[in-house]
């Protein structure tokens, strides 16, 4: 296939490229920069600046299938003007691709695959998320997610198939949410956060870009979690990490409030507490080559 990337340059986006070429398809990147740096061998770039609604059409050449993960992180203190950078930059620009495509009837593409946020499922110490899940978080992020959909969805009045992946926290040796949690530990400075019974629901990076080439190949459409089939604890987390760097956790746990201090808004990130299954990808075959969080972080830990 020839398949047309938005956000190539982020942790998934790049991975998930390579393992594209090396699988014999051809990709396309839309970009904001207008010299790029670090493009694989064999992808050829377009310009486009979403907020400008500035997009180059020729990117729609051959084009089969779009995968939408442009946006911006959310890993930055969340002040009001940021808020509405992490929005506008993902329903504006995909509003930006609409537009673009819709101007062109003769195109070819077929499947918009886009990523979405587990926030979308509001916090629950009791209750178990699957795709069939109505219940929706009305927090800032969760609010994100829904629009963020909703802008997605309108690529089906082009009778485009549309394919929406809510991903968990993705760890990663390249980078990503791994890192900022690992370095405090091994520093002899690590604590569970407040209980330490909340749940992260997370994905290895090697199983998200596995999960998002096999959505394409396979054309299956609707709601997917891009989630590890086991959640797992805080403390759980905390203490597998702490016992692969033999390290000791020694300090007390820390408040919430403490947290909320430091980060502001985003420090929810931190106390998330909502298990999610991956139920649909199970059902349809998917295998998860890094299940659990001691598997996973017996691979990504040195």
């Known amino acids: 296939m020839r398949i047309l990337i938005t956000g190539g340059s982020g942790l998934i986006g790049h991975a998930l490229t390579k393992h594209l070429v090396q699988k014999g398809h051809h990709v396309h990147w839309l970009t904001t920069q207008k010299s790029p740096k670090n493009v694989p061998v064999g992808v050829q770039t377009f310009y486009w600046n979403p907020a400008e609604g500035k997009i180059d059409d020729q990117c729609w050449n051959g084009v089969d299938a779009l995968v939408h993960l442009a946006g911006a992180t959310i890993a930055k203190r969340w002040t009001p003007h940021y808020k509405t950078i992490l929005l506008e930059s993902r329903v ?93 530990i091994r520093w002899g400075m690590g604590a569970i956060f407040g209980s330490g019974k909340q749940m992260q629901s997370w994905i290895h990076l090697h199983d998200i870009v596995q999960l998002y080439a096999w959505l394409l190949e396979k054309g299956h459409a609707g709601v997917f979690n891009g989630v590890a089939p086991h959640a797992v604890s805080n403390k759980e987390q905390t203490k597998i990490i702490a016992r692969l760097l033999k390290r000791p956790i020694w300090l007390p746990p820390v408040p919430r409030w403490v947290m909320r201090l430091v980060l502001g808004d985003m420090h929810e990130l931190l106390f998330n507490d909502k298990k999610i299954l991956p139920q649909r990808a199970l059902d349809l075959g998917f295998t998860f080559t890094y299940p659990n969080a001691e598997k996973a972080f017996n691979d990504l830990l040195p």
Not at 95 to 110: G, M, T
Not at 121 to 136: K, L, M, R
Not at 160 to 172: C, D, E, I, M, Q
């Open 92 to 184: 504006v620009s995909a509003n930006v691709l609409y537009a673009s495509l819709k101007k062109l009837p003769q195109h070819q593409v077929k499947h918009i695959l886009s990523a979405s946020g587990t926030a979308i499922y509001p916090d629950d110490s009791q209750a178990v998320y699957t795709e069939h899940s109505q219940i929706q978080s009305n927090t800032f992020l969760g609010t994100l997610v829904q629009r963020w959909e909703t802008a997605v969805d309108q690529f089906s009045k082009l009778d485009l198939t549309v394919t929406k992946v809510r991903t968990g926290v993705v760890y990663a040796r390249e980078g990503g949410a791994l890192q900022p949690i690992v370095q405090p």
